[in-house]
């Protein structure tokens, strides 16, 4: 006797009424139904975590898109020099003419840094001599903490304590935390500077952008923070 594959295990109750009703037809229809259901649901879970996924990947690019935007901007955005009071600029008048013959005399040179937004906390330099020690300020030649006087400091340096190359980083220790500051995202949020104006695009520069020559007695060497 050949099985009706319409007895053989039928779905669910109403399928079970028909087939005792004589219904045959109305099963055939419930399981075409079912078959066509079950792959277009199948599809649309596929179509659902195809799109799901493409959609992470593209948050993904716009966050890492939007992080380098950022750095560049911190990197290149234009900071409006901060310019001494007349009183600060008649020191260093001072310095560069009366003060420059007491400098050769004394076999010293000035390291001038500008450009602090407010004299709060105090001014961090330090000479680096190679670049194995850049940007490292514990390994650094010599170092110092300088007060600020309306958004500049000063620091007179003898020229035999200096190789004949070396480089200088400083940077706005505004709240005194022996540290320069950075937020979330890696990028300094008080202002800093290198000798030669060196800025890097994604970090600090390298130690051959910054290096400079040792002046003679008497001279002056300029670092801007921003």
């Given amino acids: 006797m050949l099985n009706d594959p319409l007895n ?7 399928d079970q009424n ?17 078959d066509i259901r079950e792959p277009t649901e199948t599809l649309r879970t596929s179509k659902w975590k195809e ?13 890492i898109a939007f992080g380098f935007a950022t750095i560049w901007y911190q990197q290149t955005r234009f900071v409006p020099p901060r ?7 008649q020191v260093i008048e001072n310095l560069e003419n009366d003060g420059q013959a007491a400098l050769e ?4 040179i000035a390291i001038r ?6 004299n709060q906390g105090t001014c961090k330099v330090a ?9 490292s300020e514990d390994q650094s030649l010599l170092s110092q903490s300088l007060p600020i006087q309306n958004g500049e400091s000063l620091w007179l340096v003898p020229v ?12 706005h220790d505004e709240n005194s935390d022996q540290e320069l500051t950075l937020n979330r995202f890696g990028i300094p949020t008080e202002r800093y500077g290198f000798s030669r104006e060196a800025r890097g695009l994604t970090g600090p520069p390298r130690f051959e952008d910054a290096v400079i020559t040792r002046p003679e007695a008497g001279g002056l060497i300029f670092v801007f923070l921003r």
């Fill in 113 to 118: 840094i500008a450009g602090a937004p407010n």
């Fill in 127 to 135: 000479i680096h001599a190679n670049a194995s020690t850049f940007n």
């Fill in 105 to 108: 005399k004394e076999m010293m």
């Fill in 160 to 171: 035999d304590a200096l190789p004949q190359e070396f480089a200088v980083a400083a940077y």
């Fill in 8 to 14: 053989e295990n039928p779905n669910d109750e109403a």
């Fill in 83 to 89: 310019f001494p009071e007349e009183g600060m600029i």
């Fill in 18 to 34: 028909a087939l005792a009703t004589g219904e045959t037809d109305v099963v055939q229809y419930h399981r075409m139904t079912e």
């Fill in 51 to 63: 799109n799901h996924g493409s959609f992470l990947v593209l948050v993904f690019f716009v966050i």
